[in-house]
Nanobody
Framework: QVQLVESGGGSVQAGGSLRLSCAASGYTYISMCMGWFRQAPGKEREGVAFISTGGGSTYYADSVKGRFTISQDNAKNTVYLHMNSLKPEDTGMYYC??????????????????WGQGTQVAVSS
């Protein structure tokens, strides 16, 4: 069983930056997909960014490309989401997710079977 704990959410003005962290514990496997979904009020949960912890490949939603960067620290079993040039439309609950898998990581929410509790990001204009 993999446990995920997120941290780093908060409130910022448009144009600001935040860094989210997701620490994995329990049964951690070198080849995992880990990443972030977000959900705004009244909207579907959508994929934001993912990383393959084995090979380091990264995947981004078009809406965040060039602004967000996902990275990992394998020694700490932690994945980070660096969010720059934040926009009001980035507001939502951000959830860390993981699945034991080697291969592509741009998967639907239903294919990720480990989830964190979520951390709120609020961007004001």
């Amino acid at each position: 069983q993999v446990q995920l704990v997120e941290s780093g959410g908060g409130s910022v003005q448009a144009g600001g930056s935040l860094r989210l962290s997701c620490a994995a514990s329990g049964y951690t496997y070198i080849s995992m997909c880990m990443g972030w979904f977000r959900q705004a009020p009244g909207k579907e949960r959508e994929g934001v960014a993912f990383i393959s912890t084995g090979g380091g490949s990264t995947y981004y939603a078009d809406s965040v490309k060039g602004r967000f960067t996902i990275s990992q620290d394998n020694a700490k079993n932690t994945v980070y989401l660096h969010m720059n040039s934040l926009k009001p439309e980035d507001t939502g609950m951000y959830y860390c997710a993981a699945v034991l898998r080697s291969g592509g990581c741009w998967l639907s929410r239903y294919e990720y079977n480990y989830w964190g509790q979520g951390t709120q990001v609020a961007v004001s204009s």
